[in-house]
């Protein structure tokens, strides 16, 4: 009964139904009851208590009518689903966090891990832009709240009906005696087949607009070749005429993730153009990589760069980087040197480093200086202008929130803001919680706030 009263918006309609078909249920079997077991001299009590419990059960009912639509509101709430707009995206996506199980777990290297995720409510899911991410949020024991972290599509379905995930194990870095990464190695030793796991829809500003015919160069190295792989399908499927070139550097065979997913596709897409570096390969590697060392400038200068020009008759290419913040960094100054535009690179970082990527500053009325109250942390502390981003200010006072992109990205830094508001020295990509903000791109733009960190 309650499945069928959530459906009915109006509050009042649905508390009098409740009543009602209550009353009738009662009513029926009191009346069957006493017809059938009780003699004709005691039927005048039995008849008084026919009616108490007719009137319990109005009463009852109307509740139940009550809770349902309590219950329906939750349920909502959950999924969001935004059945007002129109258009298959729009009406497919949902806000905030929705449980999606763990179909398949399947191991692609030495270090990474593919998952695959339906939703557990059996609804569509959102279509995606090749190259974007999904958030995912897990409940990591010992850890003081929700660790929530980022991560890449690495496939492209035909049609979106499911997602897929690969996560590389972080280990500790070898000069530091810290813990290894917290999510991945949850993801990887704790959640199997069967684990749900609540994600926001598939987000991002790093994506391949399919349809373009200019020739892509999608350059990866190590875990960085996720979204390539999502890129590098959905354009050879949806756009085959179009010129990809597939560069990825891994250590060797066993640290290259998805290598035979890729050459299949490449098998069918004559205008993918493949070219794997190994800094360390081995014997059995033999045959199955283009080249020894790292994928680099002279690659590009030499091989891939007159290949373009050949095929395209013009060097007029994109550029899309995706690795360690090291290799990107190559890559960017070695692009630079060769003339390629600037607003022809575009790149994605995982985190790990403190540079940001992005434009400088574009708060406009954050405050001079600020109280910010670290209420956690039991801190009170004066903040000036100079003193960056909430994150950054916070690190300068041995505060340690977490962190990974410091773009705005990931969420990882988000912090409940108990009181006063931030500046955003960028729009955040990914939409923070209701009464939450992210530290690492804001700065205060009231004169006192107090975070929950
Ligand atoms: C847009 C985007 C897309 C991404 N896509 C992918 C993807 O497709 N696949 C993927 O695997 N990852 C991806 N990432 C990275 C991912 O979101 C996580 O950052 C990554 O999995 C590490 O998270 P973790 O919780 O395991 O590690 P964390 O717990 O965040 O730790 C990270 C590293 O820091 C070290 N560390 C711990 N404490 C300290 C300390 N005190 N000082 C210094 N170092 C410390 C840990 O040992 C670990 O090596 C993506 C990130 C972004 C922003
Ligand atoms: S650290 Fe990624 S959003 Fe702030």
């Keep these: 009964?309650?499945?069928s009263l959530s459906k009915i918006n109006d509050p009042w309609l649905r508390i009098v139904t409740g009543a009602s078909a209550s009353f009738a249920m009662v009513t029926i079997i009191s009346a069957v009851t006493i017809g059938l077991t009780t003699p004709k001299n005691k039927s005048?009590?039995?008849?008084?208590?026919?009616?108490?419990?007719?009137?319990?059960?109005i009463a009852g009912g109307a509740v139940v009518g009550f809770v349902a639509g309590d219950a329906s509101f939750k349920t909502d709430s959950v999924t969001e689903k935004s059945e007002t707009t129109s258009g298959k995206e729009e009406s497919d996506t949902w806000k905030g966090w929705r449980n999606f199980v763990v179909k398949r777990k399947i191991k692609e290297s030495q270090e990474i891990t593919s998952f695959y995720l339906q939703p557990q409510d059996g609804e569509p899911i959102t279509d995606f832009k090749p190259g974007q991410f999904l958030t995912i949020k897990l409940d990591v024991p010992q850890q003081e709240r929700p660790v929530i972290r980022t991560y890449s599509l690495s496939d492209y379905p035909q049609?979106?009906?499911y997602y897929r995930l690969s996560i590389k194990r972080e280990g500790s870095p070898k000069?530091?005696?810290?813990?290894p990464g917290v999510a991945s190695n949850f993801m990887h030793d704790r959640i199997s087949e069967g684990s749900i796991i609540p994600c926001k829809p598939p987000n991002g500003k790093f994506f391949i607009d399919v349809a373009t015919s200019n020739p892509a160069v999608l350059i990866s190295n190590g875990v960085g070749i996720t979204p390539m792989i999502s890129m590098a399908k959905a354009c050879s499927h949806k756009n085959p005429n179009r010129?990809?070139?597939?560069l990825h550097g891994a250590r060797n065979g066993d640290y290259h993730a998805c290598r035979e997913e890729v050459n299949a596709i490449a098998n069918d897409a004559p205008n993918l153009h493949i070219n794997?570096?190994?800094s360390r390969p081995q014997p059995e590697d033999e045959g199955k990589y283009h080249r020894q060392g790292y994928v680099d400038r002279q690659?590009?200068?030499k091989s891939v760069i007159p290949e373009i020009n050949q095929i395209h008759g013009s060097s007029d290419a994109?550029?899309?980087?995706?690795?360690?913040?090291?290799?990107?960094?190559?890559?960017r100054s070695g692009l630079n040197e060769l003339g390629v535009p600037e607003d022809k690179v575009f790149f994605e970082s995982f985190g790990g480093g403190k540079t940001k990527g992005k434009a400088e500053s574009t708060a406009q009325s954050a405050a001079d200086t600020a109280e910010i109250v670290f209420a956690r942390s039991g801190k009170t502390l004066n903040w000036t202008k100079d003193d960056g981003t909430i994150l950054e200010f916070a690190e300068a006072n041995n505060i340690d929130p977490p962190y990974s992109c410091r773009q705005g990205v990931c969420l990882t830094c988000m912090c409940e803001l108990q009181e006063g508001e931030v500046e955003y020295t960028e729009p955040p990509t990914n939409e923070p919680d209701q009464g939450s903000v992210l530290i690492c791109i804001s700065k205060p733009k009231t004169s006192k706030l107090v975070l929950d960190l």
């Design 299 to 301: 690659l590009l200068e």
């Design 44 to 57: 005048v009590s039995a008849n008084k208590m026919a009616i108490y419990a007719s009137l319990l059960a």
């Design 175 to 179: 000069d530091l005696d810290v813990p």
């Design 159 to 161: 049609s979106t009906d």
């Design 318 to 331: 994109e550029y899309y980087l995706c690795g360690s913040p090291k290799f990107m960094d190559s890559i």
């Design 243 to 246: 010129h990809i070139w597939f």
């Design 1 to 3: 009964m309650t499945n």
């Design 276 to 278: 794997y570096s190994y």
